[in-house]
C-alpha cells in the first residue's frame, strides 16, 4: 500500500467512526423530522443507531454509506426516494434477507448462512426507512398487457441496461426470482413510469404509451419461475471455517505477472496457479452465504466484515494471498487493504471478480467445503 492509499483508509475508517458517533449522540432531532413513514415513527432512537452501524458494516461499501449508490458497480441507490415511495418495508426484508444469489447481493440472514438475524435487519430497514422525505405513492395497477409486444420493446428501450433478458447489465437485474417474488406489478410498472430521479433510469411515463408500459410490466412478470426460488441454505463448513488455509502447501509460489495497478491480478494467471499446483492462499471476500452457493477450489471464506478473526489465521511467511468476490473489487479490496495496512506482503485481488471467472468456465466448486480442482465443475 503506497502512504497516500494507506492515508485514504485510515480517514475512511475516521469518518465511519465519527459518522455513528453523530448517529448515537445527536441522532434523535435530526431523524424525527423525516419521521413520514409511520415504519419510522414506530422505530426507536436506538434502533435507527443500531441499524446505521450495521449499514457501515455490511452495506456502505457497495450501496454507498448514505444509500447514494454505485459505490461499487451496480448496487443501486437505496435512499433514491422514487425508489422508497414505491417499496414496502416487506421488499425491503426479502431483498436483505434472501439476497440475489448470483449477483454481488448476497443473502443476509442468518439462516441462509449470512451474518444477520431478524432484528438486526429490521433496524437497517427503519435506518433505510428514516432517509424517506415523502408520503408513499399512490400507485395504480397495471391493465392487463401483451409480454411478447413488450419483449420488443424492452429490446429497443431496456435491454443494454438491463441486460437482453433482465439479468442486469450496468443496471440492476429484473429477472431475479427474489425480485419478483416480492416486487408488486404496480411497484413495478412505478419504476418504469417515473424512474428513478438522478440515476441513469429514465422516466417512461409520455416517452412510451400507457399499454406499451404495460406490456413491458407483462413481460418481466412472465420472467418470474413457476416454482419458488430454491434458498441458499446455510453458510461455510467447519472444514472451511477452521480447516487449513494454504492450497497445495509443498507447491512453488505462484508466477504472476506484474499487478495492475499494484493490486489487480486476472483470472487466467490464478487459474494456471492452480492447475500448476502452486502453493497460496485464496479469500473469498462475501458474504458466507455466497460462499457455498459457489467459490474458488481450496478458498476459504474471509467475509469483508470479519477480516481480523480470519488475519489471525494467516501465515506470515510470504505465502500470496488472493482476495475475491463479485462485486468485483469492493470487498475484495477491503480485505487485501486491512491484510497490507498489517503488513502480509504478497496480495492480489482478483481482477475480474467471481462472477466472471465463472463464466469464463474456471473452476468453481459447490457446497459448504473448500474442496479441491478435483471436487470442481
Ligand atoms: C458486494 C456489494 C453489495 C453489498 C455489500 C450489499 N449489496 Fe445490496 N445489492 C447489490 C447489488 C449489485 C444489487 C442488485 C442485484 C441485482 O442486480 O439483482 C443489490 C440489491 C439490493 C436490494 C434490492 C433493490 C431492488 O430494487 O431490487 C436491496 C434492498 C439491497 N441490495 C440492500 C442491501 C443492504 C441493506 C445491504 C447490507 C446488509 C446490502 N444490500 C449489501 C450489491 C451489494
Ligand atoms: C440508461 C440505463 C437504463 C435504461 C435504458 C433503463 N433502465 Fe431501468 N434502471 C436503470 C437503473 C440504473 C436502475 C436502478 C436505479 C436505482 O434505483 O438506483 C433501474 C431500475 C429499474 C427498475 C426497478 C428495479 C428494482 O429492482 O427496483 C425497473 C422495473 C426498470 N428499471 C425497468 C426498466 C425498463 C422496463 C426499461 C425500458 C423501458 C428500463 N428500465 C430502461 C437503468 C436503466
Same mark, same amino acid.
Given at each position: 500500500m503506497t502512504s497516500q492509499e494507506r492515508k485514504r483508509f485510515r480517514v475512511r475508517v475516521v469518518m465511519a467512526t465519527v459518522a455513528t458517533v453523530v448517529v448515537v449522540g445527536g441522532g434523535a432531532s435530526m431523524l424525527a423530522h423525516c419521521a413520514r413513514n409511520p415504519r419510522v415513527d414506530d422505530a426507536s432512537d436506538a434502533e435507527l443507531a443500531q441499524g446505521q452501524q450495521l449499514y457501515r458494516t455490511?452495506?456502505?461499501?457497495?450501496? @454507498?454509506?448514505? #444509500?447514494?449508490?454505485?459505490a461499487a458497480d451496480d448496487?443501486?441507490?437505496?435512499?433514491n426516494q422514487d425508489f422508497l415511495v414505491s417499496v414496502s418495508d416487506e421488499f425491503l426484508t426479502q431483498a436483505i434477507a434472501e439476497?440475489?444469489?448470483?449477483?454481488a447481493m448476497a443473502a443476509y440472514h442468518e439462516d441462509r448462512g449470512?451474518?444477520?438475524?431478524d432484528g438486526e435487519i429490521g433496524a437497517i430497514v427503519a435506518l433505510i426507512r428514516s432517509?424517506?422525505?415523502?408520503?408513499m405513492a399512490a400507485m395504480p395497477d397495471p391493465g392487463a398487457g401483451d409480454a411478447q409486444r413488450g419483449a420488443q420493446v424492452f429490446a429497443q428501450?431496456?435491454?443494454?441496461?438491463?441486460?437482453a433478458r433482465g439479468q442486469g447489465d450496468t443496471a440492476i437485474s429484473l429477472n431475479h426470482p427474489v425480485f419478483l417474488a416480492s416486487a408488486s406489478d404496480a411497484q413495478i410498472r412505478y419504476a418504469i413510469a417515473k @424512474?428513478?430521479? #438522478?440515476?441513469p433510469m429514465p422516466a417512461f411515463e409520455g416517452e412510451l404509451a400507457e399499454q406499451t408500459i404495460d406490456d413491458l410490466v407483462a413481460l418481466i412478470r412472465s420472467?418470474?419461475?413457476?416454482?419458488a426460488p430454491r434458498p441458499t441454505t446455510g453458510g461455510p463448513s467447519a472444514a472451511a471455517v477452521d480447516?487449513?488455509?494454504?492450497?497445495?502447501?509443498?507447491g512453488e509460489a505462484p508466477d504472476f505477472p506484474e499487478l495492475r495497478e499494484g493490486r489487480y491480478v486476472p483470472s487466467e494467471a490464478v487459474a494456471d496457479a492452480l492447475h500448476q499446483g502452486r502453493r497460496m492462499i485464496i479469500l473469498d471476500?462475501?458474504?458466507?452465504s455466497d460462499y457455498a452457493h459457489f467459490h474458488l477450489p481450496g478458498s476459504i471464506p474471509s467475509p469483508y466484515y470479519e477480516v481480523e478473526s480470519i488475519m489471525e489465521r494467516l501465515?506470515?511467511?510470504?505465502t500470496w494471498i488472493i482476495a475475491y468476490c463479485a462485486c468485483p473489487h469492493a470487498a475484495s479490496g477491503r480485505v487485501m487493504d486491512f491484510l497490507r495496512e498489517h503488513d502480509f506482503p504478497n496480495t492480489a485481488v482478483l481482477d475480474e471478480g467471481v462472477l466472471h471467472w465463472r463464466d469464463e468456465g474456471f473452476p468453481v466448486v459447490v457446497g459448504d467445503a473448500p474442496g479441491t480442482l478435483e471436487d470442481a465443475e
Open positions: 455490511y452495506c456502505g461499501l457497495c450501496h @454507498g454509506d448514505e #444509500g447514494e449508490g454505485y448496487a443501486n441507490a437505496l435512499a439476497g440475489h444469489p448470483g449477483t449470512g451474518p444477520l438475524d432517509w424517506q422525505e415523502e408520503d428501450e431496456c435491454a443494454s441496461c438491463h441486460g @424512474g428513478r430521479g #438522478g440515476t420472467w418470474e419461475p413457476s416454482e480447516g487449513p488455509v494454504i492450497i497445495n502447501p509443498d471476500a462475501r458474504t458466507a501465515p506470515r511467511d510470504g
